[in-house]
């Protein structure tokens, strides 16, 4: 896996590979060529304007994961012809979060997923608006997103899912939630001997773990950061 850190405003273009990535820098363009991986993980406060563009032919997988301070995250998504792109993002929150993800399907035959899955801690709340976009006279496009809130405090989340959709020739889907812990999971995990505060935490890694493709030695890493707090 070859590691990237970014910190400085820049475009990056990533071909053919598994990427470890570490962005510090705010605006940020990803031109994906080819078959590419890439996989971030950070505990921190983010201010982030990223774009994503996808090349004819390319796949994307893009796995995230990030526990926040505090974030006003932007992330658009472009998409020419012939493309895959996986976006899965979990995070936790101690604090105000907006996140945005804007996904432009230009071209035709695109395949899209859009994952989020959040948690809220302490003060954490989170503002969360996917505006998917789908040009006129496209055809056989695919797209999926998918967003979840898990609330542990008594903080309000929004989720905002739009679809602007100019096409009758391409499949969109959206799903929603937002939901605290579930009180029977949390009374079974209590009965096999755990106490409330670790049986939360594994509610709340399983959870966010769940919504990623990655190997064990990254959701071992994931753990040790949401155990550490």
């Known amino acids: ?120 801690q302490n003060k954490g709340n989170v503002i969360a608006e996917v505006t998917a976009e789908v040009g006129e006279n496209t055809k056989e496009n695919h797209f999926l997103e998918d967003i979840h809130i898990l609330l542990t405090n008594e903080e309000e989340s929004v989720i905002i899912p739009n679809l602007l959709v100019s096409s009758s020739e391409v499949e969109v889907n959206h799903a929603a939630t937002i939901s605290g812990i579930n009180i029977d999971d949390l009374f079974y995990l209590k009965t096999k001997g755990l106490t409330e505060k670790k049986a939360t935490e594994l509610i709340k890694s399983g959870f966010l773990i769940g919504n990623l493709d990655i190997k064990d030695q990254e959701k071992r890493k994931i753990k040790e950061i949401i155990g550490g707090e």
Request: proline content about 1%; hydrophobic content about 40%.
């Open 1 to 120: 896996m070859n590691k990237i850190v970014i910190d400085r405003e820049k475009i990056v273009t990533l071909k053919e590979n598994t990427y470890e990535l570490e962005i510090e820098a705010e605006d940020v363009i990803l031109a994906i060529e080819g078959n590419v991986i890439i996989e971030e993980i950070k505990k921190k406060e983010e201010n982030l304007k990223l774009t994503i563009i996808l090349k004819e032919n390319a796949n994307l997988l893009y796995n995230r994961f990030m526990y926040y301070s505090k974030a006003n995250t932007f992330i658009k998504l472009e998409q020419d012809n012939n493309t895959k792109a996986i976006l899965n993002y979990s995070f936790l929150t101690n604090g105000e979060c907006k996140i945005n993800v804007d996904p432009l399907l230009k071209g035709n035959y695109n395949n899209t997923e859009i994952n989020i899955k959040a948690v809220t």
